[in-house]
């Protein structure tokens, strides 16, 4: 047990025994928020980092979409535009007229000297 000059010692000495306590757990409470702190900051350089990135990847998404778009509109117009010509090649099918003699003659005498 707890000696008498013991306990005498503690009464006579609390009012410096809790200063030197409130003290000791300011400076703990202290010392806990720099650590929190430099923790925080720590998390805070992470994060931007990865929002940078993110924001990265984000650009080159829109980007690659963009692209993607311009190729589909480009594929789109050139479909439309066989369809048109397939259409036009339809419709003139039963068209063809003999060539008049002097474009017939004319047509064999270039066939012939090509060959």
Do not use: C, K, Y
């Amino acid at each position: 047990m707890i000696s008498v000059r013991l306990w005498g010692w503690v009464l006579r000495n609390l009012p410096g025994l809790a200063l030197v306590a409130m003290l000791a757990g300011a400076v703990w409470t202290v010392a806990s928020a720099f650590q929190d702190r430099s923790r925080l900051r720590i998390e805070l350089a992470a994060s931007q980092a990865d929002l940078a990135t993110a924001q990265a990847s984000l650009q080159q998404a829109a980007e690659t979409a963009r692209i993607h778009r311009a190729h589909l509109d480009r594929a789109a117009d050139e479909a439309r535009q066989w369809s048109a010509l397939s259409n036009e090649l339809q419709n003139m099918e039963g068209r063809d007229a003999p060539l008049s003699p002097l474009l017939a003659a004319t047509a064999r005498r270039l066939f012939r000297s090509g060959q």
